[in-house]
C-alpha cells in the first residue's frame, strides 16, 4: 500500500514540475516576442530607450532625448502601441476604480492628462486577466513610472502651465 502512495506521489510531483517548467518556457516565449516587436518599433521610429521595463505582455519605456514615453500592449488580441508627447504632458497619476467598500480594484492604469486635456491611459493591471496575487507589484510599477514621468517633466520644464504634480 505504501509503496502504491510513493509511486503516485512521485507521479504527482513529476507532473507538477513538468507544468511548471512548461509555463516558464511560454513566459519566456512571450516575453521575448513582447520585446522583439517593441525593439521592432523602436528601431522603426528611430526612438533612443534609456528606461524600460517589462511586466504582464506589456511594456514601458522612457525616450529622454527626444522626450517620448513609449507603451506597448501585447495582452489582448489587438496590439496597442502608444507614443506620449511629454512636452504636452500637464501631469501623470496613477487610477485605481473599484467597488465603493474599497476592497476590490478592477484596474490599475497611469492616466496621463496633457494640455489639451486629452486622457491617455497606460493599463498596468486588469482583473480580469491578471492575477491577484500580481496586484501590489503591478500598483508600485504604476507609481514608480508615475514619479519617473513627473519627475522628468519637472526636470525638463515641460509645460509650465497646468503645474500639478499629485
Given at each position: 500500500?505504501?509503496?502504491?502512495?510513493?509511486?503516485?506521489?512521485?507521479?504527482?510531483?513529476?507532473?507538477?514540475?513538468?507544468?511548471?517548467?512548461t509555463f516558464r518556457k511560454n513566459q519566456s516565449r512571450l516575453n521575448q516576442k513582447v520585446h522583439r516587436r517593441f525593439e521592432e518599433l523602436i528601431n522603426e521610429h528611430d526612438y533612443k530607450v534609456d528606461t524600460s521595463e517589462s511586466f504582464n505582455k506589456k511594456k514601458i519605456a522612457l525616450d529622454s532625448m527626444n522626450?517620448?514615453?513609449?507603451?506597448?500592449?501585447?495582452s489582448k488580441k489587438t496590439e496597442f502601441f502608444h507614443v506620449l508627447d511629454l512636452r504636452q504632458l500637464s501631469f501623470c497619476h496613477v487610477v485605481m476604480p473599484g467597488n465603493n467598500n474599497g476592497n476590490y480594484i478592477s484596474s490599475i492604469s497611469l492616466e496621463c492628462i496633457l494640455?489639451?486635456?486629452?486622457?491617455?491611459?497606460?493599463?498596468?493591471?486588469?482583473?480580469?486577466?491578471?492575477?491577484?496575487?500580481?496586484?501590489?507589484?503591478?500598483?508600485?510599477?504604476a507609481s514608480f513610472w508615475r514619479k519617473k514621468i513627473n519627475n522628468h517633466r519637472y526636470n525638463h520644464n515641460f509645460n509650465n502651465s497646468n503645474e500639478y504634480v499629485p
Open positions: 500500500m505504501t509503496m502504491i502512495v510513493l509511486v503516485l506521489a512521485s507521479l504527482v510531483l513529476l507532473s507538477l514540475t513538468i507544468l511548471f517548467f522626450q517620448k514615453l513609449l507603451f506597448l500592449d501585447m494640455s489639451d486635456k486629452s486622457t491617455t491611459m497606460f493599463p498596468f493591471y486588469e482583473a480580469s486577466q491578471d492575477s491577484l496575487s500580481d496586484i501590489k507589484l503591478l500598483a508600485e510599477k
